[in-house]
Nanobody
């Protein structure tokens, strides 16, 4: 599966952005999807994840209550709605796809993911 992110940009603190992750190739609906982010000089961190059917979602504590992950399997697209953005949210955001052994599980470990997008930068000014 090939993944392409879009929707990043520059926003003031308190603002919102919606990232999209468009997939092509093999059956998108079979994959769990996760969003990760990587700030300069830092490791790639889990942000949010969603199971293949959208039935379960998972969030990092730092974004819980502000970010919402969703997917539309008919459109082969996943989304990350980001509200009340903070300067510390500044990073390159990546979506990733995985075929988990247990479908209800969404891994928070980057090494578990075989497919990645190219990333989209998000900059939040104070």
């Amino acid at each position: 599966v090939q993944l392409v992110e879009s929707g990043g940009g520059l926003v003031q603190a308190g603002g919102s952005l919606r990232l999209s992750c468009a997939a092509s190739g093999r059956a998108f609906s079979s994959y769990s999807i996760a969003w990760f982010r990587q700030a300069p000089g830092k490791e790639r961190d889990f942000v949010a994840g969603i199971t293949w059917d959208g039935g379960s979602t998972y969030y990092a504590d730092s974004v819980k209550g502000r970010f919402t992950v969703s997917r539309d399997n008919a459109k082969n697209t996943a989304y990350l709605q980001m509200n009340n953005l903070k300067p510390e949210d500044t990073a390159v955001y990546y979506c990733a796809a995985d075929l988990p052994e247990i479908p209800t599980v969404v891994s928070r470990t980057p090494n578990e993911y075989d497919y990645w997008g190219q990333g989209t930068p998000v900059t939040v000014s104070s």
